[in-house]
């Protein structure tokens, strides 16, 4: 019997619509309930920009909260919503690393293993999620509750080592900690970030919240943490202030100094 190409299959985990498997056709487009209301959430991102075109990368968020990737049919519907070529949609979906040309599971774990945090155990905590996970970069668990990424630069020296699930922080991480967090995670538990939001929403709603739909989180949890405010309160201390610049009193202008 030849593989079932009709589209989409049911998702392990959640019973929910998450992409195709091997032997199975993309969609070709939405029905026209779902186009609607995408136009609708696409017409109000637009209205944000003078350019229109300029709305592809929140409307590429849009899609991706729909399908769980950026799908074939989630190109045609933003160069459609657009008035631009599948070919320039595309190009900008496969530049950006946070846009997924496959289904992704319901939560990004992000291990950095960029410099600072490779030296402070970055590296260690990506052997041991790897294996413990059995999954590689950019790959994702069978029960699709995660995916697994190498990060290059999480933006969070001050914590290292640092992971992010759904681009939310958990700072100061070990291999222990890290599987304690992805086992939670499959376990179907709530997390707790340690900065920002008090919660991780799975894949797709971050992704409308990408989009710039807000869901009321943004003023959860704590914000800079102290490692981050070091700087800070020595100037304050010290009464250090950052140099004038520009038309600030006793300031002189770049093209002055280069002049002088």
């Known amino acids: 019997m030849s593989a079932d190409t009709t589209g989409p299959v049911p998702g392990k985990v959640t019973g ?51 399908d769980g990737y950026v799908s074939p049919r989630g190109i045609a519907f933003c160069a459609q919503q657009l ?73 969070a020296c001050d914590y290292a080592p640092v992971v992010m699930v759904n681009w939310e922080f958990f700072d100061n991480q070990t291999p ?27 894949f797709r709603e971050m992704s409308r919240v990408l989009a710039g739909f807000p869901d009321g989180r943004a003023d959860e949890g704590v914000g800079a943490g102290p490692a981050t405010l070091v700087g800070l309160e020595v100037a304050h201390e010290h009464g250090w202030a950052a140099a004038p610049f520009g038309d600030e009193k006793g300031a002189r202008r770049p093209s002055e100094a280069k002049e002088s």
């Open 83 to 155: 008035g631009i070529s599948t070919a320039e949609v595309s190009a900008v979906a496969t530049f950006y690393t946070q846009y997924k040309r496959h289904p992704n599971g319901d939560y990004t774990v992000g291990v950095c293993t960029n410099t600072l945090c490779a030296v402070m155990g970055g590296d260690a905590i990506w052997e041991e999620l790897e294996e413990h996970l059995g999954v590689g970069h950019d790959e994702t668990t069978d029960d699709g509750a995660i995916t697994l990424e190498r990060i290059e630069c999480n933006a």
């Open 16 to 66: 929910e619509v998450t992409g195709r498997v091997h032997g199975q056709a993309h969609r070709a487009g939405y029905d026209e309930e779902t186009r609607a209301r995408l136009a609708a959430d696409s017409a109000a991102i637009m209205a944000r920009y003078p350019q229109q075109r300029s709305a592809l990368l929140p409307m590429l968020h849009l899609v991706q909260a729909e």
């Open 176 to 202: 222990a900690s890290a599987v304690e967090l992805v086992d939670t995670l499959q376990a179907g538990r709530p997390v707790h970030p340690t900065r920002g939001a008090d919660t991780v929403v799975p």
